[in-house]
């Protein structure tokens, strides 16, 4: 019979609170939580005291869906059975309760614009790379007499906006 030689990791209950998404230079961003369980939630700043003090943030991919999916918010905190072995952390994603709002309404703030940025930008980045699949039309527009130019402007016009030129090839 074979004996069990590695320990089981420690279960226990940890509190997080969501700090928000995180940039780390790949299609997918990290979602920022911070282990509070030590801190009292007594509305002084996250960041008081020295560095080393700090709670220490914690980046999951796909860690929004750590708690209820698009209802998670920058401050929110929530409990979760984690799992410790040996100095790694991992969250039980589905043993998630809701325990209330960081109280420091400046740190929120703070994490609110800072996400609300990074998901901007990213946005914006996605914006940028569709219509990068438009140059193709743009080569063939510099090629054109002005009178072609204004008539492939109207094509492609009707053809986003569903207009007269896209009904008369139904």
């Given at each position: 019979?074979?004996t069990?030689t590695?320990k089981?990791p420690?279960r226990?209950?940890?509190?997080l609170?969501?700090i ?6 790949t299609?997918?961003?990290l ?5 509070i ?7 002084r ?11 220490r943030?914690?980046?999951f991919?796909?860690g ?5 999916g698009?209802?998670?918010k920058?401050?929110m905190?929530y409990?979760f059975?984690v799992?410790i072995d040996d100095?790694?952390f991992s969250v039980?994603?589905?043993?998630w309760s ?5 109280r420091n309404?400046?740190?929120?703030a703070?994490w ?7 998901r901007?930008?990213r946005?914006a980045?996605?914006a ?5 699949a438009?140059?193709p039309f743009?080569?063939?527009y510099f090629?054109l007499?002005?009178?072609?130019r204004g008539?492939?402007l109207?094509?492609?016009c009707?053809?986003v906006?569903?207009g007269?030129a ?5």
């Amino acid at each position: 019979m074979a004996t069990k030689t590695d320990k089981e990791p420690k279960r226990e209950k940890r509190k997080l609170v969501y700090i928000g998404v995180r940039e780390n230079g790949t299609k997918n961003p990290l979602h920022a939580w911070a282990d509070i369980t030590d801190y009292e939630n007594d509305g002084r700043s996250f960041y008081d005291g020295s560095p080393s003090d700090y709670p220490r943030e914690r980046q999951f991919s796909g860690g929004k869906n750590l708690g209820r999916g698009g209802s998670v918010k920058p401050g929110m905190i929530y409990e979760f059975d984690v799992e410790i072995d040996d100095g790694s952390f991992s969250v039980l994603p589905s043993t998630w309760s809701f325990v209330g709002a960081w109280r420091n309404l400046p740190n929120r703030a703070l994490w609110q614009a800072k996400h609300d940025a990074i998901r901007a930008e990213r946005q914006a980045t996605r914006a940028n790379v569709k219509l990068e699949a438009l140059e193709p039309f743009r080569h063939a527009y510099f090629g054109l007499n002005s009178r072609a130019r204004g008539v492939l402007l109207a094509q492609i016009c009707a053809y986003v906006t569903g207009g007269p030129a896209e009904k008369k090839g139904k």
